[in-house]
Nanobody
């Protein structure tokens, strides 16, 4: 497994979760990382991306101000801190790697297996 996502679960509205994604060194090095999500019956959507250095980030409007993407290059790990979660955030969350800093799904070369996030009371 080259990308391993974890940290999903069941949380009440307004709660928080922190997702992690550990990558192999060959994938993580020099690559931007992103998070995407797919809700039941819907297409996979962009959530956030972070550049290789961590100096640039970009978010979907739906999560801006609530989610924070970060990375620890020494541990080959990217994180997604999700605060003030809403029922509409319920989805399978995927991490992915790309040589480009971009929000388009088709530029991502490597994908993790996904972790389920359910926001419900």
């Amino acid at each position: 497994v080259q990308l391993q996502a974890s940290g999903g679960g069941l949380v009440q509205p307004g709660g928080s979760l922190r997702l992690s994604c550990v990558a192999s060194g060959s994938i993580f090095s020099s690559n931007a990382m992103g998070w995407f999500r797919q809700a039941p019956g819907k297409e996979r959507d962009f959530v956030a991306t972070i550049s290789w250095t961590g100096g640039s980030t970009y978010y979907a409007d739906s999560v801006k101000g609530r989610f924070t993407i970060s990375r620890d290059n020494a541990k080959y790990t990217v994180f997604l801190q999700m605060n003030n979660l809403k029922p509409e955030d319920t989805a399978v969350y995927y991490c992915a790697a790309t040589t480009l800093f971009h929000f388009r799904e088709d530029v991502y070369d490597y994908w993790g297996q996904g972790t389920q996030v359910t926001v419900s009371s």
